[in-house]
């Protein structure tokens, strides 16, 4: 059974940066396309970023350019580098594993809270 651990978040200024890790654990990480999701109050969860096993990166519109997602398979962690950062990114971030990069993530982590204050 796959478990995963976020860390990293926390309250930082608007055009601040903070950088999210996910630890996984129980399974072979390496088959596993990983990827970040967040959610806002009031608001649906919503797609982040995803990286493949083999390292091919997707990002949604909004943080293209900010954002960068990384994965250490040494160390079966998957990061979110964060730059940037505006208001409206304020939610609960959620790391997500997908076996042999399917489309839809099967395991998820508990989600840690990223404020950015103006």
């Known amino acids: 059974q796959v478990q995963l651990v976020e860390s990293g978040g926390g309250l930082v200024q608007a055009g601040g940066s903070l950088r999210l890790s996910c630890t996984f654990s129980?399974?072979?990480?390496?088959?596993?396309?990983m990827g970040w999701f967040r959610q806002a109050p009031g608001k649906e969860r919503e797609f982040v970023a995803r990286?493949?096993?083999?390292?091919?990166?997707t990002y949604a519109g909004s943080v293209k350019g900010r954002f960068t997602i990384s994965r250490d398979n040494a160390k079966n962690t998957v990061y979110l580098q964060m730059n940037s950062l505006k208001p409206e990114d304020t939610a609960v971030y959620y790391c997500?594993?997908?076996?042999?990069?399917?489309?839809?993530?099967?395991?998820w982590g508990q989600g840690t809270q990223v404020t950015v204050s103006s």
């Open positions: 997500a594993a997908a076996f042999l990069d399917t489309v839809d993530f099967d395991s």
């Open positions: 129980g399974r072979t990480f390496s088959w596993y396309g």
């Open positions: 990286t493949s096993r083999t390292g091919r990166d």
